[in-house]
């Protein structure tokens, strides 16, 4: 079976875009982490599914697929790619568009400058939500900085815990070029207190509005930019009173910017999408 997809990338997170509004395609974990896989396939940080919707008012449905195969609830930066190869492919007109995803609707809007934001809802803080495991941790009141104590290779960490719909654990460091992201990374992503496991944040703040962030990306390792990750970054930096709206957020592929206003806001993701080549291949 022929599959025809196009590659892209947000701030150099990278995907494999897929139309499949004509006929849905299911493939199984193992099928989807050979797409991804950077020397067995075609290789990308996650795949994209595009497909009709099948809740009321939405005008498509996106599945996501991490590249170890994994499906999950949102990608920031696979939204704003989703828009611009919807518009690009002629599936839409509309510059406003409601997608269905695992966990929500997201609203990407394309602006009339030819960038895109997308309005990612509003953040879950509650730690059962996201989820972490906080039942350790009972007389802990987060009181002013809202940061949880995590064991980590011996050293205790302190996490905001914040879901954009996938879960994220997001800590303050000096310098985000020498902080440990290929170290602890993968263990916080695997940690106990996250049964869902979680993407790990390394924030560096430069000043109210402005943030530098890597993140090691749950079933995706280090990525080159995270845009859920820049929410949940922009989220708890200014919960823990770091940051005001809006922050640039400059990961190691390009600049985000993120918007929130507060409790029971949406925060609002702006940023690039390029297309690099399309593609076919065979399954
Ligand atoms: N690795 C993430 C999914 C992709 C998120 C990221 N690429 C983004 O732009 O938000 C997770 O497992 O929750």
């Not at 590659?7 to 797409?35: C, Y």
């Not at 269905?100 to 509003?122: C, N, Q, Y």
């Not at 996490?159 to 020498?178: L, Y």
């Amino acid at each position: 079976m022929k599959l025809k997809f196009t590659k892209m990338h947000g701030a150099g997170n990278d995907f494999i875009v897929i139309d499949a509004t004509a006929a849905p395609i299911e493939l199984s974990p193992a099928q989807w982490q050979r797409l991804a896989d950077r020397r067995f396939g075609i290789g990308a940080d996650q795949i994209l599914v595009v497909q009709k919707p099948s809740a009321e008012g939405c005008d498509f449905k996106y599945r996501i697929f991490n590249n170890d195969g994994s499906e999950v609830e949102q990608c920031g930066n696979g939204a704003r790619a989703f828009v611009k190869f919807v518009t690009d492919k002629g599936l839409t007109d509309k510059t406003s568009i409601r997608v269905e995803t695992m966990k929500g609707v997201i609203a990407p809007r394309l602006e009339a400058d030819g960038s895109i934001t997308v309005d990612m809802g509003a953040p879950r803080l509650d730690p059962s939500e996201v989820p972490f495991d906080a039942a350790h941790l009972s007389g802990w009141a987060e009181g002013d900085d809202p940061a949880w104590p995590l064991e980590v290779a011996g050293k205790t960490v302190f996490v905001s815990v914040v879901s954009m719909g996938n879960p994220h654990a997001v800590q303050v460091v000096d310098n985000v070029d020498t902080a440990p992201v290929g170290e602890i990374g993968p263990l916080i992503e695997h940690h106990a207190r996250f049964p869902a496991r979680v993407n790990a944040g390394f924030m560096q703040v430069l000043d109210r509005h402005h943030i530098r962030l890597r993140v090691h990306e749950r079933g995706a390792g280090e990525t080159l930019a995270c845009g859920t990750g820049a929410c949940a970054a922009v989220v708890a930096g200014i919960r823990r009173g770091l940051l005001d709206s809006p922050v640039r957020v400059s990961a190691r592929g390009g600049d985000l910017s993120v918007a929130w206003e507060g409790l029971g806001q949406s925060v609002f993701l702006s940023g690039p999408a390029v297309t690099v080549f399309e593609g076919e291949v065979e399954l």
